[in-house]
């Protein structure tokens, strides 16, 4: 398996202008979360999915940001309009389902893409 | 999910084990230790898991001590390329949350 699958890997960008980040990941994982990171602020999540469906988006940070999973192999984050402070490397991870097979790993166990840098001048 | 301390860093010459402490005196009995790395420009990357037995993987032991309230973190023969940030998360193996990102431990690994 290819792993999750980002991109762009890297994205530089004008204030005002629209961002979008891809993300494709591994096949049969039901769960699919967006972090960003920041050397303030960490690791954060932003929003996450189970079975395509937005579960819980109360860390994206406002109305600028927005996040879809039209179907299962692949999901969208959206910026528009894009801030300088919204520069950061934002990840993308997916995970097994409660009752898949990789249970005996553990069912918490995400597997993180590498990651977009984006940067808004 | 039981809050996690670690300390902010750490450092271990090659070749050498490395224990990466974490404090979660809180856990609560259904609760997992969970450990995650970030090396430099890349996504964190899982380790290992426990309940309360001790468990190794061709990456590391995991320790947990009798009363679940501290673990250790082994590398035992750490390389340049261990260098990382390490993650101590506790929680249901089950639950349908996120896993919740501490500041972790920045290991450094010396020649």
């Known amino acids: 398996d290819a792993g999750v699958i980002q991109s762009p890997r890297h994205e530089v960008t004008e204030m005002g202008q629209e961002v979008t980040l891809r993300c494709k990941p591994i096949s049969g994982h039901d769960y699919l979360f967006w972090y960003r990171q920041t050397m303030m602020r960490g690791l954060e999540l932003l929003i996450y999915f189970n079975n395509n469906v937005p579960i819980d988006d109360s860390g994206m940070p406002e109305d600028r940001f927005s996040a879809k999973m039209p179907n299962a192999s692949f999901s969208t984050l959206k910026i528009q309009p894009s801030e300088p402070r919204d520069s950061a490397v934002y990840f993308c991870?997916?995970?097994?389902?409660?009752?898949?097979?990789?249970?005996?790993?553990?069912?918490?166990?995400?597997?993180f893409g590498p990651g977009t840098r984006l940067t808004v001048l | 999910d039981a809050k996690t301390t670690q300390p902010p860093s750490m450092d271990c010459a090659e070749g050498r084990a490395a224990n990466l402490p974490c404090n979660h005196s809180t856990i609560s009995g259904n609760e997992y230790v969970y450990w995650y790395r970030q090396i430099h420009s890349q996504g964190p990357q899982y380790i290992i898991h426990g309940l309360k037995n001790n468990e190794t993987n061709e990456m590391a032991s995991l320790i947990i001590t009798e009363d679940r309230k501290s673990s250790t973190l082994i590398l035992p023969h750490a390389t340049l390329r261990d260098t990382a940030v390490y993650y101590c998360i506790v929680r249901v193996a089950t639950g349908n949350t996120p896993l919740v990102f501490g500041k972790g431990t920045r290991l450094s690994v010396i020649a």
């Open positions: 991870a997916s995970r097994p389902g409660r009752y898949s097979l990789a249970k005996k790993k553990g069912t918490d166990t995400q597997y």
